[in-house]
T-cell receptor, first 112, second 112 residues
Framework: QQQVKQSPQSLIVQKGGISIINCAYE??????FPWYQQFPGKGPALLIA?????SEKKEGRFTISFNKSAKQFSLHIMDSQPGDSATYFC???????????FGGGTRLMVKP | DVKVTQSSRYLVKRTGEKVFLECVQD?????MFWYRQDPGLGLRLIYF???????EKGDIPEGYSVSREKKERFSLILESASTNQTSMYLC???????????FGQGTRLTVV
């Protein structure tokens, strides 16, 4: 039983387009929602994170939108670039992130 | 830079063998984790340790055990490897109550 459900599993976007990845969670005790980015042959690395007291967080071309009532959050990548091609994982945790529950991952390909 | 080092990138083991996966971190982090990564399932937590000799079961501990004799080192043990344990194994560490987890590059284990 996955507590964090992520969609889509794969995504193809043209260069310059917007990539959108969605996640839904079940456990209302979750209080920290990070996104991790993983390139082939590498471990995941933290990209951006949000806490439920805000509805949006932006860092450069990456934005997290958070809807607490719907228990959903999403990652938007503006002006997507080929270098953004990677696998993206959403995650959630309680108690300041000591134990993360991950979504199933989205493989993003940005075509030049 | 935080560095989490896993001892092997690739391993091939036979069914029934005892397998040791080693992980070392160099940032004096209290927390260490072992995850298993499978396509479509994301990362699933096997075991978590918040201190030397302390451990907690994650979501999928069956068939695995762990050892943490020193703060910087966290070992995952497959007592009797089975083919369904063929997977990518990722080690991670984080500071106590810090939100960011740092991952190693992963060990791809194949059990034949």
């Amino acid at each position: 039983q996955q507590q964090v459900k992520q969609s889509p599993q794969s995504l193809i976007v043209q260069k310059g387009g917007i990539s959108i990845i969605n996640c839904a969670y079940e456990n209302t005790a979750f209080d920290y929602f990070p996104w991790y980015q993983q390139f082939p042959g590498k471990g995941p690395a933290l990209l951006i994170a949000i806490r439920p007291d805000v509805s949006e967080k932006k860092e450069g071309r990456f934005t997290i939108s958070f809807n607490k009532s719907a228990k959903q959050f999403s990652l938007h990548i503006m002006d997507s670039q080929p270098g953004d091609s990677a696998t993206y994982f959403c995650a959630a945790s309680r108690n300041a992130g000591n134990m993360l529950t991950f979504g199933g991952g989205t493989r993003l390909m940005v075509k030049p | 830079d935080v560095k989490v080092t896993q001892s092997s990138r690739y391993l091939v083991k036979r069914t029934g063998e005892k397998v040791f996966l080693e992980c070392v971190q160099d940032m004096d982090h209290e927390n260490m984790f072992w995850y298993r990564q499978d396509p479509g399932l994301g990362l699933r937590l096997i075991y978590f340790s918040y201190d030397v000799k302390m451990k907690e079961k994650g979501d999928i501990p069956e068939g695995y055990s762990v050892s943490r004799e020193k703060k910087e080192r966290f070992s995952l043990i497959l007592e009797s490897a089975s083919t369904n344990q063929t997977s990518m194994y990722l080690c991670a560490s984080s500071a106590w109550k810090n939100t960011e987890a740092f991952f190693g590059q992963g060990t791809r284990l194949t059990v034949v």
